[in-house]
């Protein structure tokens, strides 16, 4: 599938069907705050899937209710093999973005006439694939582009002065997400899209 020459999805085929979910950039981001707080319990898991899903699979079939929900929150991307190590890239392992800590940042962004000029508060609709792709885009001179490099950038990288360390340190201390605790293997698993019955 490309995006340029197909429409994001509009439903998820699972064990051979297709039901219809909920694509708006809100409703996904609802759905992954409700994965984030989800208690090990097969009646969670279905709460979790209700949200993105208009008419929810069958209980048989939540494993791969799962798998597809995962697939679509990535936007149908797999991760690259082969890919350059994060250490030539010159970046750490940190977490460069969090929608909940981030949600100021994301919306003054996409609000700036400079970048987008979308209001996300009033707009009626934008898919989260088309969401993602737009901030992906946000240019470097939009605060939250400049706080997620600073977070990222490896301060032991030796074509860095004392200096510019100090100051990378600094920004990494005041710009850190918090961690919060969860239920960390069934999460884990719901995100990666895997068969989470093992944790309930």
């Not at 995006?3 to 708006?24: A, C, Q, S, W």
């Not at 149908?76 to 969090?98: D, H, R, T």
């Not at 970048?115 to 996300?120: E, F, K, T």
């Not at 946000?138 to 582009?145: A, D, F």
């Given at each position: 599938?490309?995006?340029?020459?197909?429409?994001?999805?509009?439903?998820?085929e699972?064990?051979?069907e297709k039901y219809?979910?909920?694509t708006?950039?809100?409703t996904?981001?609802?759905y992954m705050e409700?994965?984030e707080?989800?208690d090990e319990?097969l009646?969670?898991i279905?709460r979790?899937?209700?949200?993105?899903?208009?008419?929810p699979?069958?209980?048989?079939?939540?494993?791969e209710?799962a798998?597809?929900a995962?697939?679509?929150?990535k936007?149908?991307?797999?991760?690259k093999?082969?890919?350059p190590?994060?250490?030539i890239?010159g970046?750490?392992?940190?977490?460069a973005?969090?929608?909940?800590?981030?949600a100021?940042?994301?919306?003054?962004?996409?609000?700036?006439?400079d970048?987008?000029?979308i209001?996300?508060h009033t707009?009626?609709?934008?898919?989260?694939?088309?969401?993602?792709?737009m901030?992906?885009d946000?240019?470097e001179?939009?605060?939250?582009?400049?706080?997620?490099?600073y977070?990222?950038i490896?301060?032991?990288?030796?074509?860095?002065?004392?200096?510019?360390?100090?100051f990378y340190?600094?920004?990494q201390r005041?710009?850190k997400i918090?961690?919060?605790e969860?239920?960390?293997e069934?999460i884990?698993a719901?995100?990666?899209?895997?068969?989470?019955?093992?944790y309930?």
């Amino acid at each position: 599938m490309s995006f340029l020459t197909e429409k994001p999805p509009e439903n998820l085929e699972v064990n051979g069907e297709k039901y219809p979910i909920n694509t708006d950039f809100r409703t996904v981001l609802r759905y992954m705050e409700v994965v984030e707080d989800a208690d090990e319990t097969l009646a969670d898991i279905e709460r979790c899937l209700q949200i993105l899903y208009k008419i929810p699979p069958p209980q048989n079939d939540i494993a791969e209710a799962a798998k597809q929900a995962t697939w679509f929150v990535k936007c149908g991307k797999k991760e690259k093999k082969g890919k350059p190590s994060k250490k030539i890239l010159g970046i750490n392992s940190n977490e460069a973005l969090n929608f909940k800590e981030d949600a100021w940042l994301i919306y003054s962004a996409f609000r700036r006439n400079d970048v987008y000029g979308i209001d996300l508060h009033t707009i009626q609709y934008l898919h989260w694939w088309e969401f993602i792709a737009m901030l992906d885009d946000i240019p470097e001179t939009v605060s939250l582009h400049r706080i997620m490099q600073y977070r990222i950038i490896d301060t032991t990288n030796k074509s860095l002065s004392k200096e510019q360390v100090a100051f990378y340190k600094a920004m990494q201390r005041y710009y850190k997400i918090q961690q919060v605790e969860e239920n960390e293997e069934l999460i884990k698993a719901l995100k990666e899209g895997r068969d989470p019955s093992p944790y309930l």
